[in-house]
């Protein structure tokens, strides 16, 4: 049944004309017999380097300079097209934001934060969050419950080559009621083994909401030996 239809096929007109390649015999018995091939032509512009150079061996150009005397000279080979390489400069920096939440007994919040400045010499970070304060005056909160709005700020500074400034203040707001805490530290450095460290805390409460509406300042100077 197979061989009655192929024979069907091949006596169609179409078979039974010559290819330019193969002008003696029909076109059906010139792809049968791989006088034809019917693999589509390859047109692509890309050349690893070997199709410049010839397959069989290369003759030597013999120029006489002097009666006697015969110089060879080298076959002239055509330059390989290089291959192209992709090269990537792309260095992924890290990230300089980042989104979380936090929850424990006190507070439960989501905050975001970013790098606002990174240098060498000079960082600075920001946050901003939202969240329900469950128990008041906790982490340095609010003085009541309920939901609560907070932000912070982070500086780290250095002066020259011993010392460093620092400085972090943190706010949190509910509905009346605000607390304030900031934080200024200075490290200056000695030599290799002694550093000098001194910091200043200032904590504000406002009256409003349960409030008790005073302001604690506590500073400590620290002197630090490492072995």
């Known amino acids: 049944m197979l061989a009655s239809w192929w024979l069907a096929v091949i006596g169609l007109p179409v078979f039974m004309q010559p ?12 792809v049968a017999s791989g006088q034809v091939s019917l693999r589509q032509p390859c047109l692509q512009l890309r050349c690893p380097g070997r199709e410049w150079q010839a397959d069989g061996p290369r003759r030597v150009v013999a120029q006489t300079t002097a009666p006697g005397a015969v110089t060879a000279i080298a076959p002239l080979r055509l330059p ?6 992709y090269i990537g400069l792309h260095s992924p920096a890290s990230r300089r934001d980042r989104f979380y939440s936090t929850g424990g007994d006190a507070l439960v919040a989501t905050r975001y934060g970013l790098e606002a400045v990174r240098g060498p010499d ?20 609010t003085a009541a419950q309920g939901p609560v709005a907070s932000g912070q700020l982070r500086l780290s500074q250095r002066l020259g080559e011993r010392a460093a400034l620092s400085q972090q203040v943190r706010v949190e707001r509910g509905r ?3 607390f ?3 934080t200024i530290g200075l490290d200056l450095q000695l030599d290799p083994q002694w550093s000098l460290l001194g910091d200043v805390e200032l904590r504000h409460d406002t009256a409003g909401d349960g409030g008790e509406g005073h302001t604690d300042r506590e500073g400590s100077v620290r ?3 490492v072995f």
Do not use: K, S
């Open 180 to 182: 304030v805490r900031q």
């Open 80 to 85: 390989q097209l290089a291959t192209r390489r």
């Open 19 to 30: 290819l330019p390649e193969a002008p003696d015999i029909p076109a059906a018995m010139a």
């Open 223 to 225: 002197l630090r030996y």
């Open 122 to 141: 000079t960082q600075v970070q920001l946050e901003f969050g939202t969240g329900y304060r469950l128990q008041p005056y906790a982490d340095f909160g």
């Open 176 to 178: 009346e009621n605000a």
